[in-house]
Each structure stands twice: as structure tokens, then as C-alpha cells.
């Protein structure tokens, strides 16, 4: 018997990979080796290397060839002690996107995924890769809370809503009294998981912790990322509800939390003084950039309560290039729907953040900001 002929190539591809993934473009982040990085909401560097010197003894005390714990328990303990929540509804996870992940699978397969546009792009991501209906509903004047459209999309759907508030990647809070309302009636439907995403909530003036209180199908979604300064350990949790908690875990993979990424969680929760420090210095810099930044001409500047500024200059593109001939990296945003000539910079170092109002002093002296 003749055997059949290989399928090679693009030919198998389309046999054995789900077309939802095959049309899914491949997340790009491009590095440039520029030495002042603003491009990536990171935190700046831990001055002293105090916490990295903690985390060295910390790990060198543990039995790295034993799994960890099954769900990081001690963590999500630790997390509910400091927050002032059930630690039954604490949900720690390798990073935030691996719980957006696990919500779209809980709540979304066969369902829907309801968003803003632009907002954070693994929403959606997510949900084309898992083949979930994606509704996105574009941001109102000034990146306002759409209200009115997203309680419309709520009819005749089931699914998981992701608001961001602070909202990325425009920087500004949602009106606290829509969001209310718009929590509400996905709440009155029975059908919907409204997350918050607060990846950037310490670096604003209050939170959405009462509404997760409040509403049975609320989960508000943090981050190790930002204010801890841990965005290379990779840790993000989940506060919400036990039973909402109970069945996100299911979808979880066990062990998937290393006793690394616990142990660094462990120890920034212990040592609050760094993070509160570091959050301190993010917003002084922070009104620094927005400030000085409106004094240039031609640049329009927009509020933020997290750590980073979004601006508008009339040629992104030469600005970009501008700056990077100057050393200094920054993010572009003007290929999301709305941010039409807009670039965002992560308040960093005081010395980061002073490179790099020189650098577009010089940019927009020479007019590289112009239309043309």
C-alpha cells in the first residue's frame, strides 16, 4: 500500500492550526537599545538594589526542587491581609494577561468579549485567539466612558466586559458614576462578568474595590508590574468573589506559579516603604512631564493618574525618530483608533524623564512636531 503524501508547510498549517489562531497577527513589541527607556510603563530601577538583595536571600532559602504550592496560597493570604479581602477571592496568576486570559475562558468561550477602543490590546487579542465575539465600543469626546453604547451592547449577549480604569493607553479615570451604572446593569442581566482592570490604581486618587464589593459579578483585576517594580517576575491577581475566584482557578494550569515569582510577591508585600517611595516619585514626575511638556507649542497634553503621560504632536513619526536619534525611547500610539498623532512616555527617573524634556525641547526647536 502506497502510504499518503506529506503535507508540508503553509499546506499543513491550515490543517492542524485553528484558523482564529492562524489570523491572529503575532503580538510585536520592538526593542530599541536607546539608553533612556520610556517606552513600557515600567518602573524604574530599585535604587540600592535593596529588593533585589531581599529577593537574593529569600531565594536562596528555598527547595527549589520541590513544586510549589499547587495555588500560590501564602500570597494570595498575604494579598488579602493588605487589601482587606477574602483571601477565598484571591486569585494570583503568572501576570495579569494569563488572568485576562483565564477570564475570557471562564466567562467568554461561546460568549462575548465587551471592551472600550483603544484600551489595553489583550482584550481583544485574546478573545479573536479563542475564537470569542469581540464587541469594542469607541471611547466618547475626550476618552470618556462610553455608557449608553456598552449598556446597549449588554442586550442579547453573555459574556465578560474589560474596562481598564485608570484606563491604558490613554492614562485618564473613568466617571465614577457611569461605571457604577454600566456595573450595574450587566449586573441586573445575569450573564455578564464586568472586570476592572487596575494595572495603574496606584498612581490614582481611589479605586473600584467597592464596587467588586458591592456586585456579585465583579472582579478587579492588579498587577506586580507597575508600583511593586516586579514586571520581570511576572505575578498579577484577581479580587473578586470566592465562587468567581473558585471557578477562574479551575482554568488555571496547577503549579504555574513558581516559588520565585511567590518569594519576589512575598517581599514586595513586605516592604511597603519602596513601593509607596517609587509611586511618590512617579507622580511628582509625572505632573513634571504633563507640565512642561504643555509649555512646548504644537503639543497638546491629556491627564493621567498613572505613570505615564499620552501627548499629541502634529508628525509622530518624525518625533519618534527624533528622539531616538536623541537616545531617548518613547511609545507610539497613533495607530489605535482616536490617538491620531499621539506618543506616550513612562514617568521615569528624574534623570530619564530630564533627557528626555531636553531631547523634545530640541525636537520641536527644530521642528520635527510640524504637520508635512
Not at 98 to 125: D, E, K, M, N, W
Not at 191 to 199: I, Q
Not at 301 to 327: I, K, Q, Y
Request: charged content about 20%; overall charge negative.
Amino acid at each position: 500500500m502506497t502510504p499518503a503524501p506529506q503535507r508540508t508547510g503553509a499546506s499543513m498549517d491550515a490543517m492542524v492550526i485553528r484558523d482564529e489562531v492562524r489570523r491572529a497577527p503575532a503580538y510585536h513589541f520592538r526593542h530599541h537599545p536607546q539608553p533612556v527607556k520610556l517606552d513600557q510603563n515600567e518602573a524604574p530601577d530599585d535604587p540600592g538594589a535593596v529588593l533585589a538583595k531581599e529577593l537574593a536571600e529569600a531565594v536562596a532559602a528555598l527547595d527549589l526542587n520541590r513544586y510549589p504550592q499547587l495555588h500560590p496560597v501564602d500570597l494570595e493570604v498575604a494579598l488579602a491581609d493588605r487589601v482587606g479581602w477574602d483571601p477565598d477571592g484571591v486569585v494570583v496568576a503568572a501576570g495579569s494577561n494569563v488572568l485576562i486570559q483565564a477570564l475570557v475562558i471562564a466567562a467568554g468561550l461561546g460568549r462575548s468579549v465587551l471592551t472600550v477602543a483603544p484600551t489595553f490590546a489583550v482584550y481583544a487579542a485574546q478573545a479573536g485567539l479563542l475564537g470569542v465575539e469581540l464587541v469594542e465600543v469607541p471611547l466618547g469626546e475626550r476618552f470618556a466612558l462610553p455608557e449608553q453604547e456598552l449598556t446597549a451592547a449588554l442586550e442579547g449577549r453573555a459574556g465578560v466586559a474589560f474596562l481598564a480604569d485608570p484606563a491604558a493607553p490613554t492614562g485618564n479615570r473613568l466617571d465614577a458614576v457611569g461605571l457604577e451604572r454600566f456595573v450595574s446593569s450587566a449586573a441586573a442581566t445575569g450573564r455578564w462578568l464586568t472586570v476592572l482592570d487596575e494595572a495603574y490604581v496606584d498612581f490614582a486618587e481611589g479605586d473600584d474595590l467597592d464596587l467588586a464589593r458591592r456586585f456579585d459579578n465583579v472582579a478587579v483585576l492588579r498587577t506586580f508590574s507597575k508600583a511593586a517594580g516586579l514586571a520581570g517576575a511576572r505575578l498579577g491577581y484577581l479580587l473578586t468573589k470566592p465562587d468567581i475566584a473558585t471557578q477562574v482557578r479551575k482554568v488555571l494550569l496547577p503549579f504555574s506559579v513558581g516559588a520565585l515569582q511567590v518569594a519576589a510577591g512575598l517581599l514586595a508585600l513586605r516592604r511597603p516603604d519602596l513601593v509607596e517611595a517609587r509611586v511618590r516619585v512617579a507622580k511628582d514626575e509625572r505632573r513634571r512631564l504633563a507640565a512642561t511638556l504643555s509649555l512646548l507649542p504644537g503639543i497638546e497634553v491629556f491627564p493621567s493618574e498613572t505613570n505615564f503621560v499620552l501627548f499629541r504632536v502634529g508628525d509622530p513619526t518624525a518625533v519618534h525618530a527624533a528622539l531616538l536619534d536623541r537616545g531617548v525611547v518613547v511609545r507610539r500610539q497613533d495607530h489605535l483608533p482616536g490617538l491620531a498623532g499621539c506618543l506616550r512616555v513612562t514617568a521615569g527617573h528624574p534623570h530619564e524623564n530630564d533627557a528626555f524634556l531636553s531631547a523634545m525641547e530640541s525636537v520641536i526647536t527644530q521642528g520635527a512636531h510640524s504637520d508635512g
